[in-house]
């Protein structure tokens, strides 16, 4: 199956709302995928950019704790951006797709959820050998 920017998606995660503050939580099927590596991007520098890169394997689930991003998703063909502003939705990026986070908030916060430990080999971080690889 050809990967697209259709299969990237925003999900919404299970908020519980309270007077005191509202709680989301990330478990058993939220991802659609098992979960090997957490992390989170913060202190990003105004007018830096992260990403750039695709993955030949692993899928990612990005959420914006705090703050706000912007997310660009490519296949090859088409682009398509999604803005991250809420932590009660993240982004679905499947493998296969060329991905640039930007725009970042002062503040903001990325965590991603990730279906494999890190595997330098799985990255492919040149963008016209991406597209090479989609022929």
């Given amino acids: 199956m050809k990967t697209t920017i259709n299969n990237a998606a925003v999900l ?31 202190d990003v520098p105004g007018g830096a950019e992260r990403g750039g890169h695709s993955h030949i394997e692993q899928q990612e689930f990005l959420i914006a704790l705090s703050g706000s991003f912007e997310v660009i998703i490519n296949d090859g063909a088409e682009e398509k951006f999604f803005m991250l502003n809420r932590p009660d939705k993240g982004l679905l990026i499947p493998q296969g797709l ?36 989609k022929k």
């Fill in 98 to 133: 060329w991905r640039e986070l930007k725009n970042f908030s002062s503040g903001a916060v990325c965590l991603v959820i990730a279906s494999d430990v890190f595997k330098e080999a799985d990255y492919i971080r040149d963008f016209d050998a991406f597209l090479e690889s």
């Fill in 12 to 42: 919404p995660l299970p908020k519980i709302e309270d007077r005191r503050g509202n709680l989301s939580v990330i478990e058993g099927n939220t991802v659609p995928y098992d979960i090997k590596r957490v992390y989170y991007l913060y």
